[in-house]
């Protein structure tokens, strides 16, 4: 009954590491503004470490070693409006150099930029000033390993241990919250062997 145990731990443990990446978006609320209203520099908060996220059918956290400079240097990162690359770029870090500045602190992944003299640029800050846009956004992925999922009082829990890549930070009208099909492929996968692991330790109990 322990081998079968360790089995199914095992497969929990394989089946979050066996897909592949894919991009996933998460949101940042009241977490961009101007730095003043007469500057066209825009600073936010992209991405926050160790806080739990809305429930998306599972509860996530970004674990504070989940990015590093080697992050920021090895990834192409652009900022977007409303992760629209449609209407042009506000700013941008090539391998952790351009006119998007990312610096990591306690809490998380900051960045900063200064507003284009573009059509887009201006309408960024005009939607700034009227309070109409105060989140921020980030898109990124996570390696094969990169996350550990577990159970806690009935409820799913995700840990983003590492992130690969990052690929834009937005400032976003409305939260974004887009999980992929491997990531729901994961936590079904996991329900479905927490379950049997579940039984098991019913079947011991009673014995």
């Keep these: 009954m322990e081998i079968e145990i360790r089995n199914i731990q095992n497969q929990i443990k394989r089946s979050s590491m066996e897909l592949g990446t894919e991009i ?58 409303d992760h629209n690359s449609d209407r042009g770029v506000l700013a941008r870090s090539r391998n952790g150099n351009g006119t998007l500045k990312l610096w990591l602190e306690e809490d998380g992944l900051h960045y900063r930029f200064e507003a284009p003299n573009t059509a887009l640029g201006d309408e960024l800050l005009s939607y700034l000033s009227r309070g109409e846009i105060n989140n921020s956004s980030f898109a990124f992925t996570i390696p094969k390993d990169g996350d550990v999922w577990e159970m806690r009082n009935g409820k799913h829990y995700r840990t983003i241990n590492k992130i690969d890549r990052l690929f834009d930070v937005s400032p976003v009208f409305q939260p974004a919250y887009k999980t992929t099909t491997s990531v729901r492929r994961r936590l079904d996968g996991f329900a479905q062997i927490e379950e049997k692991l579940n039984k098991i330790k019913e079947e011991i109990e009673k014995l």
Excluded at 25 to 53: C, H, M, P, Y
Excluded at 64 to 74: F, L, M, R
């Design 24 to 81: 996933e978006i998460r949101n940042i609320q009241n977490q961009i503004k101007r730095s003043s209203e007469d500057s066209r520099t825009v600073e936010g908060l992209a991405v926050v470490f160790n806080s739990d996220s809305v429930d998306m059918g599972f509860i996530e956290r970004i674990s504070p070693n989940a990015i590093t400079e080697d992050t920021i240097n090895n990834s192409d990162i652009f900022a977007y409006l």
